[in-house]
């Protein structure tokens, strides 16, 4: 058998035997006819791309998170990627960015051309703003935080060295709708905020989707040029440019949900301070600092276990979806050998690499449940 092959398939089979999972989709989409019933309406009027519904979700996301402008794409991949491209960052620029995030953040900086610099975390998993500095060069254009679990970064230290060094900033937001430090959205800092759309994401759809705010006109222009071919109208092409835009079948499927989301928001931030409270009696558990006037929307919900694979195998035998996100650094990926990274390089991120392990907190999620794999997890340490 080759190599690399499609292994989702497998994977969505694994996770079906599984009681308490990670993945709550069928649930989610219980009421499905609703929005298959606008779809079919879709198919009727053929506005598949760029339709209507990509407009008005838009104009939704503006509304929800007080942004100027919101711009539908592929992917969240693209809407780092295309961020990337419009601030004209590209060949022989640096981005400063965390090793402790999903390939998707590294893959854009080095698809868009530019070379990624690691700095190391803070035990709350995000970049540590006190070691940006040190990777600043004459080459460096931007940094690129990632809002770990949902949990936002400390944007206003980050937006004081971008500002003194000239340097953009693009969040990486894909975890953390309705997340807020102080007052701010998460997304709402940077040049631009990018959100992923994927079925396992807080605010989801049927496939793959995206979105991007700025506050910049010109940066909102050179996005709506960019994700469509860099067409003007059917007749001026203004650049060449790519084709990333959000589906309307998709837009349909997140505005039905976006009158839910913070429902869904707050279900998922009580199932984890729930967790927290219930697990702070267990010694081998270290819940990170959950920092005062900050909203995390728990993407994910993560703490550190000792003996953790261990823990995640046994866990995963009572039928618990323990996961681990991710057991390897984005600089100890062989896809990272040619920027010449060693392990040691970053401590903090290696060691939670080796004893993160996240617990499921959905919405779906209920009580029952959570004390199951708490007496799960006391248990395994007890035994
Ligand atoms: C999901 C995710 C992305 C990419 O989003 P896609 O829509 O899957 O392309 C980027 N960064 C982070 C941190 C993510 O979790």
């Known amino acids: 058998m080759a190599r690399v092959y499609n292994f989702l398939p497998d994977q969505y089979d694994r996770d079906e035997d599984l009681g308490i999972n990670h993945n709550y989709l069928l649930e989610q989409f219980a009421d499905k006819e609703e929005i298959l019933g606008k779809i079919s309406a879709l198919v009727s009027r053929c506005d598949f791309t760029l339709g209507r519904e990509v407009d008005e979700f838009e104009q939704s996301i503006c509304r929800l998170i007080g942004a100027k402008h919101a711009v539908g794409v592929g992917s969240g991949t693209d809407a780092l990627f295309l961020s990337l491209k419009a601030l004209g960052i590209g060949a022989g620029d640096e981005v400063i960015t965390t090793p402790y995030t999903f390939y998707a953040t590294i893959g854009a900086i080095v698809t868009a051309g530019a070379r990624p610099v690691f700095v190391d975390i803070r035990s709350d998993y995000n970049l540590d703003p006190d070691q940006i500095e040190g990777a600043i060069t004459d080459q460096t254009k931007a940094i690129l935080p990632v809002h770990w679990a949902g949990l936002p970064c400390d944007m206003e230290r980050i937006g004081v060295i971008a500002r003194e060094y000239n340097l953009r900033v693009v969040e990486d937001a894909c975890h953390a709708i309705l997340g807020r430090r102080h007052n701010t959205f998460a997304g709402r800092?940077?040049?631009?905020?990018?959100?992923?759309?994927h079925p396992l994401k807080n605010l989801n759809v049927w496939g793959d989707g995206g979105y991007l705010v700025t506050d910049s006109d010109e940066i909102h222009e050179r996005m709506l040029l960019l994700r469509n071919h860099g067409l003007v109208g059917r007749d001026e092409c203004a650049e060449f440019a790519y084709n990333s835009r959000l589906d309307t079948l998709q837009a349909i499927v997140a505005n039905h949900l976006l009158d839910k989301l913070e429902v869904i928001t707050e279900s998922r931030i009580a199932n984890s301070l729930?967790?927290?409270?219930?697990?702070a009696e267990v010694d081998e558990i270290t819940i990170p600092d959950r920092p005062n006037d900050t909203r995390q929307v728990y993407h994910l919900y993560v703490v550190r276990a000792q003996r953790r694979d261990e823990l995640k195998d046994y866990l995963q035998s009572c039928g618990i979806d323990a996961k681990i996100h991710y057991p390897v650094p984005m600089h100890l990926q062989p896809a990272?050998?040619?920027?010449?990274?060693?392990?040691?390089?970053?401590?903090?991120?290696?060691?939670?690499?080796q004893t993160v392990v996240s617990l499921p907190v959905h919405e779906f999620i209920t009580r029952e449940q959570q004390d199951y794999t708490v007496s799960k997890i006391k248990d395994f340490y007890a035994g």
């Open 274 to 279: 729930y967790f927290d409270s219930q697990l």
């Open 336 to 353: 990272a050998r040619k920027f010449s990274y060693s392990r040691g390089d970053f401590p903090v991120t290696e060691e939670i690499c």
């Open 189 to 197: 800092f940077g040049d631009t905020g990018c959100f992923s759309l």
